[in-house]
């Protein structure tokens, strides 16, 4: 490859009190006899800040969760890549913002799939596998159809368990899932069958992945389907949740041509669903950081565990009911704070101190900050910054972002910019040639409610300048209204 540059070489000593720029600069250090740090990234799916019981979620228990926030760091300011699955992954992957990125939407391809990353993308996963790591990914990928160039096993992802393709995803009881190059026919889920329950299969190939590889560096991504609709656990889970609150059932499909293939099966209990699968999902990092410490590379291994974007209203879900979005105004498919913010905690015993961190930081300045930790190398036109400094305690060497963009084709097409306490958001840009800008300062109006854009002309316009220069047109995902007919 040519367009990226060696970051650090493996003295990771020099790794970790090297400074992490938005432009980042060779250099080099020398071997050091401590081992390379593992790294488990946990991405939840349509996980809201306000879902945790360390944010405050009163009706469901998240012990796992919250003991890594406790002897963690907790970042109360980080933000998804969007406000989707697929786009936000492709910037975790690429270190690149949605204006920047090759995947910027949800785009289907038939009969399985997705718009697939492209080959000249140098993944976190190819950066990481030349360092000498072993990557793996078991959950849902979304970034390229079965053996195309967006296939996990192209993108540098030597293990890959689990659901290739994102509509897929929305169905806990599959007919199949991949195991990279194979698909695997889950006989259990043939017809209207419900046996073999997919975040279960997924869950045991993790933890399989970390068992083979104790004894040499990895790269463990696990962007598990939990809790995206459809809202559906094994009976045997389910059983203990039953009748704990007022439900309204949800009909959804159970018969035809979308059963199993995208459509969310009906649920008549779908509140007691929810808090069951996060309980779920709770018990799994649970299970995760159990594994760790049989077999001795706990303190060697950082977690990040953190989501995808806000919480959903799909499948029979009631964020409202949960206070799911916290704070926050909006869900899934708003770039108001609700869709993007999401928590994250970083824990490394030993390594990062517990507390909470104001920084600003968003899913593309992961890679740059794996690449600090661990020597891999980091392409030359990153979006991002990494926050090393912030987990090992060296504050006073950490860069900030001037500002962060996002954007999203779908609902009329959308922008936002965060700079400092500063929130602007346009919307209906494939709609409209000049949309008017929304103002909010999140210091003061942390909920976005008062729009103050008539009381700021200057900062609208520099904003609007700002989301112009950062939008980089694409042949696939069209932002603007005049690009629609190009």
Sequence with gaps: MNKFTLFLSFGFTGMLLAGCGQQQQNTTSSESSEAKPN??????????????????QEYIATPNIDKLAKEGLFFNQHYSGSTVCAPSRSTLVSGLHTGNAPVRGNYEIQPEGQFPLPDSVFTIFESLKAAGYTTGAFGKWGLGYPSSEGDPNNQGVDVFFGYNCQRMGHNYYPFHLWDNQDSLVLEGNAGTNLGDYGPALIHEKTLDFITDNSKNPFFLYVPTIIPHAELIVPEDIMVNYRGRFEETPYKGVDEGKDYKIGG???????RAAFVAMVELLDKQVGEIVAKLEELGIRDNTMIIFTSDN??????????????????????????????????????????IAPGQTDHI?????????????????????????????????????????????????????????????????RLNLRKEDNPAIELYNLEEDPAEENNIADKHPDLVKSFKALMEANHTPNPVFKLYASELNK
């Excluded at 790294?39 to 405050?56: H, K, R, S």
């Excluded at 959903?312 to 708003?334: I, L, Q, T, V």
């Excluded at 996002?406 to 609902?411: G, M, N």
């Design 39 to 56: 790294i488990i990234y946990i991405l939840a799916d349509d996980l809201g800040y306000g879902d945790l019981g360390f944010n405050g």
């Design 310 to 351: 806000g919480p959903h209203k799909e499948g029979g879900a009631d964020p409202d009911f949960f206070n799911s979005n916290g704070p926050w105004r909006g869900y899934k498919r708003d770039l108001y704070e609700g869709g993007i913010r999401v928590p994250m905690i970083a824990n490394w015993p030993g390594k």
């Design 264 to 270: 969310y099966m009906s649920q008549e209990e779908p």
């Design 361 to 425: 930081s968003a899913f593309w300045d992961i890679y740059p900050t794996v690449a600090a930790l661990t020597g891999s190398e980091l392409p030359e036109n990153t979006d991002g910054i990494s926050f090393a400094p912030v987990l090992i305690g060296n504050k006073e060497d950490q860069k900030s972002h001037e500002y962060l963009y996002w954007e999203f084709i779908e609902q009329g097409g959308k922008q936002a910019i965060r700079k400092g306490n500063w929130k602007a958001i």
